[in-house]
Structure formats: C-alpha cells, structure tokens
C-alpha cells in the first residue's frame, strides 16, 4: 500500500511494510514540516496585482506550512492571499507590504481577514477549513505595552484596590455587598459637558460627597441650579429636587401647591411674576409656613416680581426670607 498524507500539514503516513530503508529520512522530513508548522518564519512576496497562493506539497517543506507569514511588496491594488480550501491550520500574519490597499488572508472559495488599507500591524488567524478567521487577537507584546491608548475589554476588577501611577494611589475603590447602584462617567461632544451619574437597579438615588474628619468639598468655580420655569396653571406643581430655583408667571388667580420631593434642610427659592396685567392672586397650600403664620399678599402690578426663600425642616417650608416689587428687566 502507498504512502498517504495527512490533510493540512501533507506529512507523509507510511504502512507497516513501506519504504524499507527510507523511514530515517521521511521521518526527519515530517519531523521538519512539524517544525515549520510550529515555528517556521517565512516572507512572502506578494505580486502588485494577484497577491499570492500558499503552497502545501505533499511530504515536503512548503511556505503555506509556516507559522509565521510576513507579507512583503509593493502592492498597486487590493490582493488575496490565499490558502487552499481544506486546510486548518493557524498563522501570525505580518502585513510588511508598501502601498496602500488592502490585503485579504483568504481561503479559494471561502472569505477571510482583511488588512485594511492603512493597517500595517500583525493579525492572528486562522484557517478552519472553509474560512479564514481573524481571531481579533494583535500579535507583539511590545505593541500592546507601548500603547499610550489602551482598551479595556469587559470589567475591570479593582475591588479593594487602587488605579495609581506606579508608585501612587489615584482612584481607590471599595466594594458594597450585594450593591445594585453605581455612577456612569459619560463623556459629551462639543460645547456640552461630560455627565457624572447615578445609576442602577434603584428609582430614585442620589450622589454623596464626604469628607475626611473636618475637611471641605471645594469648588474652584461656582456651583448652581438653573433657574427653571413652573408650568402656570390652577394648581403649580414644583419638584424641589429636579427644580430648587424656579420662577412662574401668573396669568390668573392660582394655587401654588406642595412641592415634591423635599428633603430635610433643603433651601428652595420662587420667584412670583405677574403678567401684563396684574392683579393675579396666589393661594399658598397649608405646607408653607409664614411669619406670623400669615401668607404674603403679592404686588399687583403687571410685570414685576416677588422673591421667595423656604427651608424645609422634614415637615414644612418655613420662609426664609422675601423681596416684593421687583424690576425683572
């Protein structure tokens, strides 16, 4: 019975019987096809036009058994480099060529990874048979280690642990068991700021800021809420969190209900406005507390404006403070 060959490497299988006195040298030459296929370097050039067809001969050294392929020449447009459908085998591709275009590790009739016309770096891929895959893994150590814009990938675990800079902490992190909420950093394009958020599994949370022992929370520039504007209607509604400095407009007698979602030493602040016309009236609901328990009676005239500061203990809105017949302009 002849010789025959395995299917991706074309080592040679001999039968019992077989090749009297030629087992030393098929052997030593399996035995360097195994070693090309393991560690074997070899440049390959590609043509300006067609690229290249790898070659895998039966029971011999051949450049499509290399491990390791670098793509040299000067290409004028795009190439395949192609290896033979069948074959499963994996290669470091380096793409060396000059000329920008592109260069696609292919199998005959299947698809394949693309060095597209810019990226001159070296791929892993490998062949199953039917395609050729790029695995997404880049080889050199060194690039990865000398590069300043590192990605990561998945989760970054750093519980209990620090960010720093080789000698120094940056960022240290803790961890809460069974945690549910979080921030999101997001960054932001021209002329708008970046977003620092809490999110998570919860409703409604917040951000807490402490200090160590009787240190401040310094802000280099100022920190304010924007001024919001309160729908006018029969009743005003005022969320006090998502609005704590608001102003209305009357333009009929109204009822300035509870505000929402206070919370205890919150400082809230309205300013009243009358339209044109004036003489618009507002009823305060039971939740705000005046001096004298007497609510303010508003300036009548058209266009100007009453200022009013509340502190809420837990319960009510006590007024802080006022300022009537204001000129808004």
């Given at each position: 019975m002849a010789s025959s060959y395995s299917t991706d490497l074309k080592l040679e299988l001999m039968v019992t019987g077989e090749k009297a006195g030629e087992w030393g040298d098929i052997t030593n030459t399996n035995l360097n096809i195994l070693q090309q296929a393991i560690g074997g370097y070899e440049a390959i050039s590609l043509n300006a036009t067609t690229g290249a067809t790898l070659t895998f001969t039966n029971g011999t050294l051949s450049d499509g058994k290399n491990a390791v392929l670098d793509l040299t020449g000067t290409i004028t447009t795009s190439v395949n480099v192609v290896v033979p459908d069948g074959i499963e085998k994996t290669y470091i591709v380096k793409n060396s060529t000059s000329g920008a275009h592109d260069v696609v590790v292919k199998t005959s009739s299947g698809s394949g990874a693309t060095f597209d016309t810019t990226n001159k770096g070296t791929k892993i891929v490998y062949s199953d048979g039917t395609d050729v895959v790029d695995s997404g893994l880049t080889a050199g150590i060194t690039a990865?280690?000398?590069?300043?814009?590192?990605?990561?990938?998945?989760?970054?675990?750093?519980?209990?642990?620090?960010?720093?800079?080789?000698?120094?902490?940056?960022?240290?992190?803790?961890?809460?068991?069974?945690?549910?909420?979080?921030?999101?950093?997001?960054?932001?394009?021209?002329?708008?700021?970046?977003?620092?958020?809490?999110?998570?599994d919860d409703t409604n949370i917040g951000?807490?800021?402490?200090?160590?022992?009787?240190?401040?929370?310094?802000?280099?520039?100022?920190?304010?809420?924007?001024?919001?504007?309160?729908?006018?209607?029969?009743?005003?509604?005022?969320?006090?969190?998502?609005?704590?400095?608001?102003?209305?407009?009357?333009?009929?007698n109204r009822t300035m209900g509870a505000p929402s979602n206070g919370a205890a030493g919150q400082f809230i602040s309205l300013l009243v406005i009358q339209d044109a016309g004036g003489t618009n009236t507002l009823t305060w609901n039971a939740v705000y507390e005046f001096a004298s328990d007497t609510a303010p009676t508003l300036t009548a005239t058209g266009d100007l404006g009453d200022l009013f500061v509340f502190r809420y203990n837990g319960t009510k809105w006590l007024e802080v403070g006022r300022n009537l017949a204001l000129t808004l302009s």
């Open positions: 990865v280690v000398d590069d300043t814009t590192p990605q990561l990938g998945g989760q970054l675990d750093v519980n209990g642990n620090a960010i720093g800079d080789g000698t120094l902490e940056l960022l240290k992190f803790t961890e809460t068991a069974s945690a549910v909420n979080e921030f999101t950093i997001t960054n932001n394009a021209t002329g708008n700021n970046p977003i620092l958020s809490a999110t998570g951000i807490d800021l402490t200090t160590k022992g009787t240190g401040f929370i310094k802000f280099n520039d100022a920190a304010y809420n924007p001024e919001a504007t309160l729908t006018d209607a029969a009743t005003i509604t005022w969320d006090a969190q998502a609005a704590p400095v608001a102003k209305v407009t009357l333009t009929d």
